[in-house]
């Protein structure tokens, strides 16, 4: 029920393509296009939002969405906090979205060979548009949290349309020399339509419909703008082996400031195909090519004079609209919060690449790697602004962005005859974005998001990061938790980075007597988000994670933290303890008598040594759980011995003698009753402490003291 979802398409092509004379054809295309989507709500207003502050014995279909004999009072197991109960949405609230869409183009080209074998002209204009409408209606019914309703329709009209004129000309002048040249002009034309009228607060249930609204408010925008472009590009071959290529764009926007709305960026490229040299083809790399590139690309930003808007006062934290103009018949008008730089210029992308691509027996193996370096300049950002400018935000030239990528595709091919086909290909592509500089005083700038967190550009950090309330440390960096086990607020700063530290990707086809299957997998690895559903969880205590923080010995939270105690220690929690065992683990199994010793090698041990006390590092869960099984006592130490025999330098440089109690720190054979220490190794057990005690003093203490002491400087008063 909670995915009712109601899809009508309608898809219709014409076209037609005629040949009017040996030097002159024609031809067109349309396509139409009308769409019907009934949804639910998502987002920030999303239908599972009470259900997740539920807990799964509460029977969300059994128990009524509504008080009984009132179907407009919702009856959910929480508050609603203006959200509304997942079954009663669907049964009052509706999502409506049409569409109708028009693109086509047509076309008429003139050919002529200047009756020669070698020349060739094609001069071709062609004349697209492309319209589409939307309308959105929002449904909110009569209850909607707990509320009177609301109803939006909203939409957008978006015609494009586009002018094309080529020429090409092409002119083969010999066997191993090619020319290609092409020029053209572009005229793109966009309007942009917006309206929205939005009813609240209906007169009485049952009729959900904007006459039915007690406030209505109407709203539109129209934007246009237009780009003219005029472009060339010569390109020359040479044997089929050298290729080269240069382009160059010039654009003159509308929606730029007037002395910075021409703009020209360039390209230029180059191509050897190095295995058609002679000395150089064979059959096992059959094809080979060295490949480089530099390209500008111009971009405009969309920059508007200042105007004056109604203001609105709502959203945020209001659960309501407090100020809605018109008021008593009078409306209002101010300064539009965000402005726009009058110098605005468009943010031009510098591009190099150079690559490789190589083909081994005939196809069978190919390799491909590509390197790239973007720098982005005079990036167009919305610039922060104090309050008491009077705006809120600035359209500027922001910031500069650099992107250093790489990608390898590795493309195999164990199958190719007339009826069946086989071939697999593995990609692996690593793209890291850098925000270099950002407008002066600026250090990060609001992209999307929440109040907190949010979604930012930093300088010096990868493009882009996710920003908001960091969790308190103390001076080890340990996050510090409170008495209930939560964690504590810290500074603003970086949460987490998006970017993901490399994608893998891997394709499979298929291909039998026509019959193609496809296969398709993608990892990609590192990179972080932000899940409003598992905070929902935590929030609420449905999720595991806050069971395990509930029933845990002393405190758990999701990440390695620590609480601290009266006399200023800290306390570790179980996620803590349990990453330690882990460590510690490893530690223990490679100080057995083997260094792949595993439970098994306990059980070794056990039996080697009926009777005995045995003594061994600190061991995970797993052992331990083992050895409370068999009632078999493991201490958290080394060895443990008394002298039997000593060789005559231990005695010349040592005041041991035989009978002494020593502990030692020993590679192997920890566990055999007799064994040969250098002693260079062996400490004396001090007054006091027990063997088992001492024991700990050559790896523990001495572990410790270096770390602490030696490498970390540890001073008096400090804490760790």
Sequence with gaps: KFDKLLFFYLFIWVGNFSQLHKNWSTGFTGTYVNSKISKQSSANNGILATVYGAPSSYDLAGIPSHVEGDPYTQNTFRSTSGFDGAYWAVDNNEFLERSQRFFGNTYLKYSTKFNTDNHKLDVKYQLGVDSYTTNYTDSWGYGHANGYGEIDHYGYSITELNSLLTAAYTWNINEDWLFDALVGNELVENQRKFYESYGANYNFPGWNHIDNATTMVASESLRRKRTVGNFASISLSYANMVYFNATVRNDIVSNMPRNNRSFTYPSVSLGWIFTELEPLKNNVLTYGKLRASYAEVGQAGDYYDSYYTTPVYGGGFYGSTPIQYP????TAFTPYARVYDPNLKPQNTKSYELG???????????????????????????????????????????????????EITLGINPINTKNFKWDMAFNFSKID?????????????????????????????????????????????????????????????????VSPDFLLGFNTNFEIYKFRIGATFDWKCGGQMYSGTLNTLNYYGTSMESVESRTAETFRFSHPAVKQLEDITYLRDNMGLEKLAEGLREVAYARLSHPD????????????????????????????????????????????????????????????KVGDKVCALVGGGAYAEKIAIPYQLVLPVPEGLTMEEASAIPE??????????EEGKLQKGQIV
Aim: charged letters at 20%; one cysteine or more.
């Design 597 to 656: 010793a595993t439970l098994k090698e306990l059980e070794k041990i056990r039996k080697a040594n009926s009777g005995k006390e045995v003594s061994v590092i600190a061991i995970g869960k797993k052992a331990r759980d083992y050895c409370t099984k068999i009632n078999y006592d493991l201490k958290a130490s080394y060895v443990q011995l008394v002298p039997e025999t000593m060789g005559k330098k231990a005695q010349e440089n040592t005041n041991f």
């Design 433 to 497: 974005n850098y925000v270099d500089e950002l407008a002066p005083g600026v250090e990060s700038i609001f992209l999307g998001g929440f109040v907190d967190p949010q979604v930012r550009a930093n300088i010096g950090d990868k493009f882009p990061v996710i920003y908001g309330t960091t969790f308190l440390r103390n001076d080890n960096g340990d996050i510090v938790v409170d008495e209930d086990g939560l964690p504590q607020i810290g500074s603003e700063g970086v949460i987490g980075k």
């Design 356 to 406: 490789v691509d190589l083909t081994f027996l005939n196809g069978l193996f190919s390799l491909n790697y590509t390197f790239s370096r973007q720098n982005v300049k005079d990036q167009i950002f919305e610039v922060p602004l104090a309050g008491s400018t009077g705006s809120a935000e600035l359209v500027t030239n922001g910031g500069a962005i650099h992107t250093n990528a790489h």
């Design 327 to 330: 008021m008593s018949g009078i």
């Design 700 to 709: 523990a203490y001495v572990t410790s003291y270096l770390n602490l002491f």
